[in-house]
């Protein structure tokens, strides 16, 4: 281990740093899907429900290496045969943030009702009885509150988006698992190449487990 260390240790980190912006990135816009479809989900329209509840429940039944070739593969031939677009095609930076943004936008958007739901509904009635608008009153009373209960969650889904761009390995994106599969093939050490890339995640996730503890106790002591 220590031997594959010094001659690509360098290249695993640098894997890592890719797995690390591919996560922050996909996160970044999952939380924007997981707003909207969210807030669609708790406003008091039945088609607004319905089009939050098929986004939801058709992202999460779908898996998400299927959905990395679709939207690799299929988005393009979309715009380049069927529409006739030529020349559209996607890095698989770009593939690999719209799937991660979609598949963790769809459980984002449950974190964020459940978040919303969580707060008395007192606090809308009274904030609509002062006379501000039922978004101003979302915006400025409810979602405050929500926060709190959501970020918790919001940190532990950032570790499992973390986790699943493993799986972005086959669009060829050069994360962790990609890189170590080169390497491997170089060095031919399964166990010891293995080895290190699950201590790499491992470090990296029990941080980011211990933030998410440190972030829960803290909401915790301010609701005392």
Do not use: H
């Amino acid at each position: 281990m220590i031997q594959i260390l010094s001659n690509y240790g360098g290249l695993l980190l640098a894997a890592m740093g890719q797995t690390l912006l591919l996560a922050l990135c996909g996160l970044f816009f999952a939380c924007i899907l997981g707003l909207i479809f969210g807030l669609l989900s708790v406003v008091k329209n039945r088609a607004c429900n319905i089009v939050a509840v098929i986004f939801v429940d058709a992202i999460r039944g779908v898996p998400m290496i299927v959905l990395a070739y679709f939207v690799y593969f299929g988005i393009p031939y979309l715009f380049n045969t069927i529409l006739g677009m030529r020349g559209v095609t996607l890095t698989a930076l770009q593939a690999g943030t719209a799937c991660l943004a979609l598949n963790c936008g769809a459980y984002m958007a449950e974190i964020i009702r459940a978040g919303i739901e969580s707060v008395d509904k007192g606090q809308m009635e009274a904030a609509r009885s002062l006379g501000l608008p039922y978004w101003r009153s979302m915006r400025r009373v409810v979602l405050p509150q929500a926060i709190r209960t959501m970020i918790p969650s919001i940190i532990n889904q950032f570790i499992i988006t973390l986790k699943d761009t493993s799986i972005l390995s086959v669009i060829g994106f050069p994360e962790l698992v990609n890189t170590a599969k080169n390497v491997n093939g170089i060095v031919m050490r399964s166990f010891e190449v293995w080895g290190i890339v699950g201590i790499m995640y491992l470090i990296v996730i029990t941080a980011l487990s211990v933030l998410a503890k440190k972030v829960e106790r803290r909401l915790n002591r301010g609701r005392e």
